[in-house]
């Protein structure tokens, strides 16, 4: 797989960390936001993979290890599924789109391969065929169609344009939020992926220089997400990471569904528990210029009751950075994954890079997020009343 053409645009800086291979902006990268955020701009996800499932059995076979109710997916619509393994922990993300004889998977580049992999294996004598196109072809992102259309025309089997369209802003009603929808930022998260050929990928730099669209890079793309609180497998995800801790029962899980890999933990903590953690959004003090890493601690400071004279507060950590970014509304922002029991109103501190950087943290999945149903409590054996 050759380098992107957008690489070879004016300006173009390469994106560093799991963005590697496409540019991270252009020069601005707050005006690379604005433009993408207004629908005038396009983003280039070459670095993503595609997958094609083909045969008869595809959708059925995938509804069965998923989280996400696939078995009727109609030609051209969107939906995201988790793969997760016994323990409910999450392995792979995808971003599906079916053109009526194959469906379309849309996953992060680092897990193209191990899920290509994964699912080769549990074929078994079902009728499905699966292949990693990646070499073959690319993604590019927007906030509207008509930003793609001005780069370049969808692959269209079958008639079909492989547009996946992210339903993170309009939740199902089998899905679960644990953020309130007044007032989430999702509304105005309108993301599309679109799959291309890679030669296509050429084509769509040219325009950009052609000025018939406007570009950002993967910087813009990454402040409008976070904004949005919407998780990423290549950020947010660690290896002990469940959906409820990241809200993502909102887009990529069916309630309706069961018999998959993990079902019992989604169902078990929705029902009776609450999330181990959960996923803030974090508005930074900007003072000091510093954009936390992924992996920076995130810690809550305890002052005792009567300290002594000269005694610094106790320092324990609640968390770590996921994502950051310096939004051009918000500021300085990140996404973090703190304790449960960890209070909204506790001031936080991010240590990065040798400096400590207060934080004010906005709730995605409360602290006091309950039972989704009501289990009634049953009394001791020997106690009469």
């Not at 902006?25 to 396009?42: D, W």
């Not at 379309?104 to 292949?131: H, K, N, S, T, Y």
């Not at 008509?146 to 369209?165: C, E």
Request: proline share 8%; glycine share 8%; aromatic share 4%.
């Amino acid at each position: 797989m050759t380098g992107s053409p957008f690489m070879g645009l004016d300006g173009a800086v390469p994106a560093e960390g799991v963005d590697s291979g496409v540019p991270g902006h252009y020069g601005n990268p707050i005006v690379e936001q604005r433009r993408l955020e207004r629908g005038e701009a396009i983003v280039d996800l070459s670095d993503r993979g595609v997958l094609t499932v083909a045969g008869p059995d595809r959708l059925t076979w995938l509804h069965s290890m998923a989280s996400q109710a696939l078995d009727r997916l109609a030609p051209g619509a969107a939906a995201e599924a988790l793969f997760l393994d016994a323990s409910g922990r999450i392995e792979h993300v995808v971003h599906v789109v079916d053109d009526g004889e194959t469906a379309w998977l849309i996953v992060e580049g680092a897990d193209a391969a191990p899920l290509a992999a994964f699912l080769d294996r549990m074929r078994f004598m079902l009728r499905v065929e699966v292949a990693d196109r990646t070499p073959e072809f690319g993604v590019l992102g927007a906030m509207t169609t008509s930003a793609l259309d001005a780069a370049a025309a969808a692959h269209d089997p079958n008639g079909i344009a492989l547009d996946w369209v992210d339903p993170w802003a309009e939740p199902a009603p089998t899905a679960h939020r644990y953020a309130p929808d007044a007032g989430h930022p999702a509304s105005g998260w309108h993301w599309i992926e679109r799959i291309v050929p890679r030669a296509a990928l050429a084509d769509a730099a040219a325009a950009v220089r052609a000025g018939r669209v406007a570009v950002a890079g993967a910087l813009a793309a990454e402040a409008l997400r976070i904004a949005a609180w919407r998780p990423r497998l290549a950020t947010e995800v660690d290896d002990r990471s469940i959906p409820h801790e990241l809200d993502w029962l909102r887009s990529a899980v069916d309630l309706g569904k069961g018999c998959y890999k993990g079902q019992e933990t989604v169902a078990k903590v929705l029902n009776l528990g609450r999330p181990p953690r959960r996923l803030v959004l974090l508005h930074l003090d900007g003072s000091d210029t510093v954009l936390p890493a992924r992996g920076d601690l995130v810690v809550g400071e305890k002052v005792r009751p009567e300290p002594a004279e000269g005694e610094a507060p106790e320092r324990r950590e609640v968390g770590r950075i996921t994502s950051s970014a310096m939004h051009h509304e918000l500021g300085p922002v990140a996404l973090a994954v703190v304790k449960r029991a960890v209070p909204a109103d506790l001031p936080l501190i991010v240590e990065s890079h040798g400096i400590d950087v207060a934080a004010a943290q906005v709730e995605i999945v409360p602290a006091d997020a309950g039972a989704a149903v009501d289990v009634p409590r049953l009394p001791r054996l020997g106690v009469r009343k």
